[in-house]
């Protein structure tokens, strides 16, 4: 086998080109460690702290900017009066590069969901049609056993982690699927020669006999 036919799906590019190869691909795969540690303690300590109050996220939000608001408010009177440093608040912005990045990734998305969706609603596309009502149902399935609020931070959480396991070790679990997709159609076509075809012929005899 070459290196190629061992890639899941006979794809020839790598997992950071397929989440896109921008800034989004290099947060998912721990490009910047520290970002994707800090979103992942983050989406925890949120998770845990939703989990165990009464705080929704609105509340949450609104009491966290209020301390932080009266909080650096104090510190820059306080450091005017007692001729102190300001408070070291950097200056975010944003920059044209990301924002066209983003908007161009967001319309893109939105497009090919509307080409789906069109296709889908004229008949089109039967296959995808199946696979769009299966996800559906899917969906529906997750929401009945788990709230919304713990969904996101599992998705988050699944989003940050199995894609940069996968790509860590990415020769060693094409390499597991294949060989389990080999065995599956060996099943399969022992499966047919032995029950199916046994069932074709004996129609056939019966039809013959009649």
């Known amino acids: 086998m070459s290196s190629s036919d061992r890639l899941l799906f006979n794809r ?4 950071h080109q397929i989440l896109g190869g921008g800034r989004l691909a290099d ?6 460690k520290n970002v994707t540690m800090g979103i992942l303690m983050i989406t925890l300590v949120s998770w845990v702290m939703f989990e165990r109050s009464n705080y929704t996220l609105l509340s949450y939000v609104s009491n966290v900017l209020l301390l932080l608001l ?3 408010f104090l510190w820059a009177k306080s450091a005017q009066i007692l001729n102190r440093p300001t408070p070291p608040i950097p200056h975010f912005q944003l920059s ?8 161009a990734l ?3 998305r939105i497009n090919r969901l509307l080409t789906i969706s069109h296709d889908i609603a004229l008949g089109k596309d039967p296959k995808m049609f199946v696979k769009v009502a299966v996800y559906l149902v899917l969906i529906s399935v997750i929401g009945s056993l788990t709230d ?14 199995v894609p940069a396991l ?17 065995k599956l159609k060996q099943l399969y076509n022992r499966y ?3 029950c199916i075809k046994k069932v074709r012929k004996w129609i056939l005899e019966k039809n013959k006999l009649s």
């Open 192 to 194: 047919d020669e032995e």
């Open 27 to 32: 947060l998912i795969l721990w490009r910047h």
């Open 70 to 72: 009266i909080i650096l």
């Open 166 to 182: 996968y790509e860590r070790y990415e020769e060693h679990v094409d390499s597991v699927i294949l060989k389990g997709n080999m």
């Open 106 to 108: 967001f319309r893109d």
């Open 96 to 103: 044209e590069e990301t924002i066209n990045e983003a908007a």
């Open 12 to 15: 020839q590019t790598s997992v």
């Open 148 to 161: 919304l609020r713990t969904l996101c931070y599992t998705s988050v959480f699944l989003v940050l982690t």
